[in-house]
């Protein structure tokens, strides 16, 4: 995925998953970035840090990027705009490319068949240890970050964006038209399953 999606080679990404379980690569970069944000993402200069930068706010060559905060952003308000209350504990992926770092890690939604479901959740305060949850829970103290964030809302959630009703409905509608006869075999498959349990 990470290769196809991103570029490079698969044996250049770390990938870290649920409980904080490395699928490829190792955990290195992933214990970095959760310790500088455990330290406190407040200050202008722990905000642009974990992201690689130097106080100016340009490229740092001796430090490697360990977060997309713009990729984090996404990623986080996209679970609480689907209520996801089977996450963050776990179902959650962070890849990062060891050899070319670009931005850092960045956030993948997975296994979310447990999102909208209902009008009224409300995971804004989810915060777990060593998940994607934690570093945005830090990431609220910085100012910076926050403009971010309500940058990304405007953008995904107001005119027209991609989580505004008539874009989430046509979307939900044209990606129900592409799985509709794979849903028999599933219903079958897990439906069968469940059957005598």
Same mark, same amino acid.
């Given at each position: 995925?990470?290769?196809?999606?991103?570029? *490079?080679?698969?044996?250049?990404?770390?990938?870290?998953?649920?409980?904080? +379980?490395?699928? !490829?690569? %190792?955990?290195?970069?992933? /214990?970095?970035?959760?310790?500088?944000?455990?330290?406190?993402?407040?200050?202008?200069?722990?905000?642009?840090r974990i992201q690689g930068n130097l106080p100016d706010g340009?490229?740092?060559?001796?430090?490697?990027?360990?977060?997309?905060?713009?990729?984090?952003?996404?990623?986080?308000?996209?679970?609480?705009?689907?209520?996801?209350?089977?996450?963050?504990?776990?179902?959650?992926?962070?890849?990062?490319?060891?050899?070319?770092?670009?931005? *850092?890690?960045?956030?993948?939604?997975?296994?979310?068949?447990?999102?909208? +479901?209902?009008? !009224?959740? %409300?995971?804004?305060?989810? /915060?777990?240890?060593?998940?994607?949850?934690?570093?945005?829970?830090?990431?609220?103290?910085?100012?910076?970050?926050?403009?971010?964030?309500?940058?990304?809302?405007?953008?995904?959630?107001?005119?027209?964006?991609?989580?505004?009703?008539?874009?989430?409905a046509a979307r939900w509608k044209y990606r129900a038209g592409?799985?509709?006869?794979?849903?028999?075999?599933?219903?079958?498959?897990?439906?069968?399953?469940?059957?005598?349990?």
């Open positions: 995925f990470a290769v196809m999606y991103l570029g *490079g080679e698969e044996e250049e990404y770390d990938v870290i998953k649920e409980y904080a +379980e490395v699928a !490829d690569g %190792n955990i290195n970069a992933w /214990n970095t970035m959760m310790s500088l944000a455990n330290s406190g993402l407040a200050s202008t200069e722990a905000y642009l340009t490229r740092n060559p001796i430090i490697e990027p360990m977060l997309d905060v713009v990729s984090l952003s996404d990623y986080m308000l996209l679970n609480f705009y689907g209520g996801n209350w089977d996450w963050d504990h776990h179902n959650w992926v962070a890849i990062r490319n060891r050899i070319n770092p670009f931005k *850092g890690f960045q956030f993948f939604c997975w296994d979310g068949e447990h999102m909208v +479901e209902g009008v !009224d959740a %409300n995971l804004l305060s989810e /915060n777990n240890n060593n998940c994607p949850s934690r570093v945005f829970q830090e990431l609220r103290e910085n100012e910076d970050f926050r403009r971010l964030f309500a940058d990304r809302v405007q953008k995904h959630c107001f005119n027209d964006g991609a989580l505004t009703a008539l874009s989430a592409q799985i509709d006869k794979a849903v028999n075999a599933e219903a079958a498959r897990w439906g069968d399953y469940r059957r005598d349990v």
